[in-house]
């Protein structure tokens, strides 16, 4: 008996040890793995969840979305990251919106940081990566990709994207940026390996869009690691139709958004964007007293004023 345990645990120590070499081997091969695997077998309960959702309307509130440039600030990251390694000048913009998000995705995997950045700019977050831990969360990943594509000339965004349930702690912050050659926001995620959501004919889709797309049926091709489109519903793919019920954006954007001491000028207010009938949650945690609580989905995703 004792000798037939010790072949069982053997057995189990062979398959504990192979499992580890292949974690690490995907970890150091930069392979994305889903952080959020209970979220595929809800899949169908999200996007009910989204069709029985109040719908987005026309309100009172007013407020204009605003990206503020800095030619100075702007031309001290282009020449710290070496822009012109990064894409062709010429380049339209969604080409260099995606070398961007690229570039993030591939050099700062995900982690939850144990230690709080002291700065959050492009140029400290990259060297916290140095100097102090190798990955961030989502929302650390959207403030530098979002400044980087600042400091492109691109109108960009970072959006945080909220679940109904207001027990779920957990959300997603995503980037956007504004293309002009098709009147329109497209959505960037630099985290977890990046990807973007597009049509079948590979046309990007803003937030707004996928959204829809979930409630209409219509088919969603995300782009893991901005590679080869799938629309099959994987962790990530049911993962967004959790995180796409409500989100929340500041009103006005520019660089040292929200950098601490270190911020060149006052915030602004912040903006939450919620299905008619909805009350939210976690109001209140950037600026008490100047939020805004819109159902104005046009007005959210309004073309980006000056």
Not at 122 to 135: G, H, M, R
Not at 136 to 160: K, P, Q, W, Y
Not at 196 to 209: H, I, K, N, Q, V
Request: charged fraction near 25%; glycine fraction near 8%; hydrophobic fraction near 40%.
């Amino acid at each position: 008996m004792k000798k037939f345990l010790k072949v069982i645990w053997g057995i189990f120590a062979v398959i504990g040890i192979l499992f580890t070499v292949r974690v690490l081997f995907l970890l150091n091969g930069n392979t994305t793995i889903s952080i959020h695997p209970s979220t595929k077998g809800r899949f169908d309960e999200y996007v009910d969840l989204l069709r029985t959702s109040g719908p987005f309307a026309k309100d009172t509130a007013a407020f204009e979305m605003k990206i503020i440039q800095d030619p100075v600030r702007a031309k001290e990251i282009r020449d710290y990251f070496q822009f012109d390694s990064l894409y062709d000048a010429e380049a339209d913009t969604w080409t260099k919106a995606l070398a961007i998000g690229k570039f993030v995705a591939s050099n700062i995997p995900h982690d939850n940081q144990a230690i709080e950045p002291e700065h959050r700019n492009a140029i400290d977050l990259w060297e916290y990566t140095k100097n102090v831990a190798p990955a961030f969360n989502c929302r650390l990943h959207s403030i530098l990709t979002f400044e980087l594509m600042l400091a492109a000339g691109l109108d960009a965004r970072f959006v945080t994207c909220m679940p109904e349930d207001r027990y779920d702690n957990d959300c997603h912050v995503v980037n956007e940026v504004w293309l002009p050659e098709l009147g329109k926001w497209a959505m960037i995620d630099s985290d977890m390996g990046g990807n973007y959501a597009s049509e079948p004919d590979g046309t990007p889709l803003s937030l707004r869009e996928i959204r829809e797309h979930y409630i209409s049926g219509e088919k969603i091709q995300y782009h893991p690691g901005f590679n080869k489109a799938t629309t099959k519903v994987s962790g990530h793919y049911a993962y967004m139709a959790k995180n796409t019920y409500w989100f929340s954006c500041w009103e006005t954007l520019s660089y040292y958004q929200e950098d601490g001491e270190n911020r060149l000028r006052e915030a602004g207010r912040y903006i939450y964007l919620v299905p008619s009938g909805f009350g939210g949650f976690n109001f209140g945690v950037f600026n008490n007293d100047g939020e805004i609580v819109t159902t104005d989905a046009d007005a959210f995703w309004a073309a980006p004023g000056k």
